[in-house]
């Protein structure tokens, strides 16, 4: 009842997002056939040329889809956050199957064909039109089917780099611990696999109907599962916990270093510690430590509040920590004293413009409103302490939707003129690094995130140890401590785990 309440009251945004997501899989899908049929052609007919470029396409396709992305979006034409990238990423992995396909249709025809053929005195070109190819169509067809139903699936993680689709929903969801949202872009990416299987087999046997086929149930698993793989992917599930502390983290910069803080403090402890950083958002950590599969985290008692126990916005620090506190005892998790820093959200702009417009307060951003368009995470874009409270509390009304992306590459957007403002966190290294200002929050509108150690009581019961080593972290980084480990990693490329290890050092 909540999806169905959900998509009615999202129907535009829904259609949009399926208008999105059908515009990256049918361009790619087109562009992967021109370039595909022919590839598969010399594949057949020149096996010395054809072994090469089936090993390309092969190669392209075991990359994992968020590694291409990450390694196309530097490069020069091609890169940049949009649909241009995704496009491309999306090429490369519906090549195989249409390269591969076409080649084994051409390899199978019976040789006595192409003898009647050339012994009606047919030219290479007229047997290839006229003879090879519409034989050879059954198993394009079939090609053309794969790289279709996996690019539906491939094309939710687009959603990462800012191409929009429906894959926007399901990091949205994951970054707001809500699985309605999820299901709302998980379910129609799933729907328009099967839709496309079930045409193109249809397609498949009118041009074939002697041929064996697969199951109807075949090609909806295949359909569903690329969607799924797809999902579990952007949520960066991990392996099962093995015996030991299981520290885990959500997927940025500041998350990695903190799951190697509170994973390098205990490892000082003598005690055996497993990592399963990187793990997606709110969504996935906090379902994870209720589950049992991690045993510590850090999260923010804003977003705590807010996103993961959907209860009111506390302003005031210590009751808010009172409010999660007390929460999450009830749910079997203890929650330790702060770690010192508060990372709230910061509405940023570039440094030039803040000059240039005089703008230093997110009430001056009604001067620009009109001409400037917004770019936000997930999480800020949909949480009830994000995009709608803030243009609410400030009356702010931007003409141009927001654009919504992975954290870490709005700044890089910003600092680009693809958006001319963003909501980012106060703890970021990139705002001083790409000359970023960051707008006074005048009208204190953001509740305090502190950032607070999440571990299982179960394990303070088993170790205590864990409780006393982790109580020594409490009060010990500032905001300039956690931007300055931020802006080690991100803009000087330094290892995570060497620079929460120099940081502790200093502690010592």
């Known amino acids: 009842m909540r999806l169905l309440n959900f998509w009615m009251t999202h129907g535009a945004e829904l259609g949009a997002m399926i208008e999105r997501h059908l515009f990256l899989v049918l361009w790619s899908t087109v562009v992967a056939i021109a370039i595909g049929l022919p590839a598969g052609i010399v594949a057949a007919h020149r096996p010395r040329i054809g072994r090469p470029l089936l090993a390309a396409a092969s190669i392209a396709q075991t990359i994992p889809s968020l590694a291409l992305l990450g390694f196309l979006l530097p490069l020069p034409f091609i890169g940049g956050i949009g649909p241009r990238i995704a496009i491309v990423a999306l090429i490369l992995y519906a090549l195989l199957p249409i390269v591969r396909s076409t080649a084994a249709g051409l390899r199978s025809i019976d040789p006595s064909v192409i003898d009647a053929g050339i012994a009606?005195?047919?030219?290479?070109?007229?047997?290839?039109?006229?003879?090879?190819l519409p034989l050879a169509l059954p198993s394009i067809v079939s090609g053309i089917r794969i790289a279709t139903i996996v690019g539906i699936g491939t094309a939710t993680i687009a959603a990462a780099i800012g191409a929009g689709g429906l894959g926007e929903y399901i990091f949205r969801g994951l970054s707001m611990v809500d699985s309605t949202v999820i299901l709302a872009g998980a379910i129609p990416a799933a729907l328009l696999?099967?839709?496309?299987?079930?045409?193109?087999?249809?397609?498949?046997?009118?041009?074939?109907?002697?041929?064996?086929?697969?199951s109807r149930a075949a090609p909806a698993a295949v359909a569903a599962a690329s969607v799924l793989v797809a999902t579990l992917a952007a949520a960066g599930i991990g392996s099962a916990r093995p015996d030991a502390i299981v520290v885990g983290s959500k997927n940025f910069t500041e998350q990695v270093l903190l799951g190697e803080l509170l994973a390098q403090t205990l490892e000082r402890r003598g005690l055996t510690v497993t990592r399963?950083?990187?793990?997606?958002?709110?969504?996935i950590c906090d379902r994870a430590i209720r589950a049992g599969d991690i045993d510590a985290y850090v999260e923010y008692?804003?977003?705590?509040?807010?996103?993961?126990?959907?209860?009111?916005?506390?302003?005031e620090p210590e009751a808010a920590f009172t409010a999660v506190r007390d929460a999450y005892g009830r749910a079997g998790l203890s929650v330790l004293p702060p770690l010192g820093f508060n990372n709230t959200f910061a509405i940023v702009v570039r440094g030039a413009d803040a000059t240039a417009l005089d703008l230093r307060t997110i009430d001056d951003l009604r001067r620009v409103e009109t001409r400037w368009r917004p770019g936000f995470g997930y999480e800020f874009a949909e949480r009830t302490d994000g995009y709608a409270g803030l243009a609410s509390a400030y009356g702010l009304h931007f003409t141009t939707p927001p654009r919504?992306?992975?954290?870490?590459?709005?700044?890089?957007?910003?600092?680009?003129?693809?958006v001319d403002v963003i909501a980012g966190d106060a703890t970021s290294g990139l705002i001083k690094a790409l000359d970023l200002a960051m707008l006074t929050d005048n009208r204190r509108y953001f509740p305090p995130y502190h950032a607070v150690p999440i571990v299982r009581s179960a394990v303070l019961l088993a170790h205590p140890e864990v409780r006393e080593a982790l109580a020594q972290l409490a009060g010990t980084i500032s905001e300039d401590d956690m931007r300055a480990m931020n802006a080690a990693v991100d803009v000087e490329h330094r290892d995570?785990?060497?620079?929460?290890?120099a940081f502790l050092a200093r502690l010592d």
């Open 120 to 132: 009606m005195g047919m030219t290479p070109r007229q047997l290839l039109w006229l003879v090879e």
């Open 193 to 214: 696999a099967l839709i496309a299987d079930g045409v193109l087999t249809w397609v498949e046997r009118r041009l074939a109907p002697g041929r064996h086929r697969l």
């Open 404 to 418: 919504v992306m992975d954290l870490d590459l709005v700044y890089r957007a910003l600092a680009s003129r693809q």
């Open 276 to 283: 399963r950083l990187n793990l997606g958002g709110s969504f």
């Open 301 to 315: 008692t804003g977003t705590a509040l807010a996103a993961i126990l959907k209860q009111p916005i506390v302003k």
């Open 496 to 501: 995570a785990a060497a620079t929460v290890r």
